[in-house]
Structures are given as C-alpha cells and as structure tokens.
C-alpha cells in the first residue's frame, strides 16, 4: 500500500514538534499515554475528516480498480486467454 503522504504528513509534524525546543519526548507512562491519546485523537479527527477519505481509501481503491481493468484487457489483446489470467 502506497503510503507516501501519510509519512510526508509525520515528517512534517515532526519537524514542527522538534523546532520547539521546549518539547521532550516523554518516555515515562504518562508520557506513552499521552502520546497514545493524542494519537488516536487524531485518528478519530481523520475518520470525519472527507480529505483523509479521499486520500487513504477511496483513492486507493480507484487505483487498484482502474490499474486491473486497463491490464485485463491489454493482456486480453496481447493473446492471453482468460484462464491464463486468474
């Protein structure tokens, strides 16, 4: 699964969280628990937002539909029957 924008997106928080130079990384419990709720608070704040549904799932399904259907019928010209293909 392509997940190119997902990593630019944490890249770029990163950086944003390490030009403050105020910010520690937390590796006690109540660090991880924070830095567990926020993550799954931006977990539910990406499941209502319509952009992240675009990006991560209805766009690579498209994708996928699209890639198959143009290969099935460029191998169906290119002389393979259709049970060489499943």
Request: contains cysteine; proline residues 1%; hydrophobic residues 50%.
């Amino acid at each position: 699964m392509y997940s190119g924008s997902f990593i630019l997106k944490f890249i770029s928080i990163w950086s944003s969280w390490t030009k403050h130079g105020d910010r520690q990384i937390d590796i006690s419990f109540h660090g991880i628990k924070g830095g567990l709720q926020n993550l799954i608070n931006w977990m539910v704040s990406a499941v209502y937002n319509i952009s992240v549904w675009r990006m991560y799932i209805v766009a690579l399904l498209t994708e996928e539909l699209v890639f198959r259907a143009c290969m099935i019928s460029l191998l169906l010209c290119g002389g393979f029957r259709p049970y060489t293909l499943t």
